[in-house]
């Protein structure tokens, strides 16, 4: 079975939806291929901040911002070892153009609040969709659907076709069996980073990080792969961003993450935002901050230990990523953090929190508490906090001991605390494809390969994106940027098929 559109995008997360809607809104015909049970990607897990400079809410703020300036703070959240492999040339017209596409978000129907501070940024630039990111991936399907696109779930990419020197369409596998669809202009690769890839992971970072899981499950690089596979040139694959202790995430997302994303509902919460007193607005974020963040490497720096569930100590807690790579070869690759009637204290105040979001909302060991009873237990007895968490009591004690001989600040007290469970994670991945000014992907020769193209995580053509809020501001920028590209292509005669 063969079917021809004119542009094919592989991926419906935030960057595939966004070139899919745009290129839609040329008049182009676009399938869009995912091979999940629904659109989302990485993008519809994140927190969901924007980030960009000059923008209508920063104006309406005085906030006085700059490209220039923006620019350069971008390069301050790397440190330098990684900061040295950005392309700079291209970070700066992605910054350039972040803002029309925050504009273009908005009149699709996507409400932000803000913007929020985030050093080393000198102005607020960080915007905040309301109420969370499944908006832009409700907002952008919506839209694609009133255009005509279409969205096909649970098929999976298998390669790309080729035609020569150029690629002239995909295979996929589904429950129909193989199927091969055609693109006249492009086929556009948004399948997103391959931080749960242990092959591409062990390749470029290293055989110890295989076994460190990836927090979206399904991004496994099949972007990255189909690309080199026709000659494409990776870029920065060894940089990612962790490995990183990180709580689970809760079975049941909290009321504010299940708010509806589009429609009245936004509107009504943007509108209630936007009169929202900032200790209010502290209080929405620090809910959203516990669903899912990493604990402060301080707290071990303080003496807190990290246990296995079999109340084991297993590494040097200070020691980042030997940390990390021990505790996802840990039972159930988890652990806990335990701590004293000490360290409960110092982290219920300022300035020691258990987690952050910059100078927006901090969780202490109360919030933690009350706001995540799933992955935090409090007791008097040591023991009876043990067995709260099935971990095996005399084990635990025999643990503190054994610390308590050497420790400068021994475990003790009528006040125990176990956060967790805790997991090593990669949160994304640096390395993408080369690609040119029109997100064309670039060979290892640096010649555009014909008919393909790379957006979001896929092609991040070697920036570097530290920071809240610039992958996903990356994501949909160049997804709305390639279908401008893809408008004004003029289709191959050897390309068409079935026409």
Request: with cysteine.
């Amino acid at each position: 079975m063969n079917e021809s559109v004119d542009v094919i995008v592989v991926g419906a997360g935030g960057s595939g939806l966004a070139a899919a809607v745009s290129a839609a809104e040329a008049g182009l015909s676009v399938l869009v291929l995912e091979k999940c049970p629904q659109p989302g990607g990485t993008t519809g897990i994140a927190i969901g901040s924007f980030t960009a400079n000059r923008t209508r809410l920063q104006e309406q703020s005085g906030i006085d911002d700059s490209l220039d300036a923006h620019a350069i703070d971008s390069g301050k959240f790397a440190p330098p070892d990684i900061e040295r492999w950005n392309n700079d040339e291209l970070r700066r017209a992605f910054l350039e153009q972040a803002r029309e596409t925050l504009d273009w978000l908005e009149r699709l129907g996507v409400r932000f609040h803000g913007p929020f501070p985030e050093p080393p940024n000198r102005v607020p630039r960080m915007h905040n969709v309301v109420p969370n990111a499944r908006s832009y991936i409700l907002t952008l399907s919506h839209r694609l659907q009133q255009l005509g696109g279409r969205i096909e779930c649970n098929v999976r990419v298998q390669e790309l076709l080729t035609d020569e020197s150029s690629v002239v369409g995909v295979r996929v596998e589904s429950d129909r069996g193989s199927v091969e669809y055609r693109s006249r202009l492009g086929v556009v690769l948004a399948a997103g980073d391959y931080a749960n890839s242990p092959e591409l992971i062990a390749r470029f970072k290293g055989e110890g990080f295989a076994e460190i899981e990836g927090i979206n499950p399904h991004a496994t690089g099949d972007g990255h792969l189909m690309a080199e596979r026709v000659g494409a040139k990776l870029l920065n694959m060894p940089i990612t961003y962790g490995p990183e202790l990180r709580f689970v995430p809760p079975q049941k997302l909290p009321w504010i993450a299940r708010l509806s994303a589009r429609g009245t509902t936004s509107k009504i919460l943007a509108s209630l935002v936007s009169l929202a007193p900032r200790a209010v607005l502290n209080a929405f974020i620090k809910r959203l901050l516990v669903t899912w963040q990493h604990p402060e490497d301080a707290l071990f720096t303080d003496g807190a230990i990290l246990v296995n569930r079999t109340g084991e100590r297993f590494c040097e807690e200070t020691e980042s990523p030997n940390r990390e790579i021990a505790l996802a070869r840990q039972p159930d690759k988890s652990g806990y953090i335990l701590l004293d009637a000490r360290l409960i204290e110092r982290y219920s105040a300022w300035p020691h929190f258990v987690s952050t979001a910059p100078e927006i909302a901090y969780a202490y060991v109360n919030d933690y508490l009350r706001l995540r009873p799933d992955i935090a237990r409090a007791d008097p007895s040591l023991s009876k906090l043990a067995r709260q968490v099935q971990i095996p009591a005399e084990t635990l004690q025999q643990t503190v001991e054994e610390w308590n001989k050497s420790a400068p600040q021994p475990l003790q007290g009528n006040r125990w605390c176990l956060l967790g469970p805790v997991k090593s994670w990669f949160t994304t991945t640096e390395g993408g494809t080369a690609i040119n000014d029109d997100f064309a992907v670039l060979s290892e020769t640096g010649q555009p390969i014909p008919g393909l193209y790379a957006v979001g995580q896929t092609g991040l053509g070697g920036m570097i994106l530290w920071g809240h809020g610039l992958h996903i501001a990356w994501a949909l920028t160049s997804g709305r940027l390639v279908g401008k590209v893809l408008a004004r292509e003029e289709p191959r005669t050897s390309r068409r098929t079935n026409e």
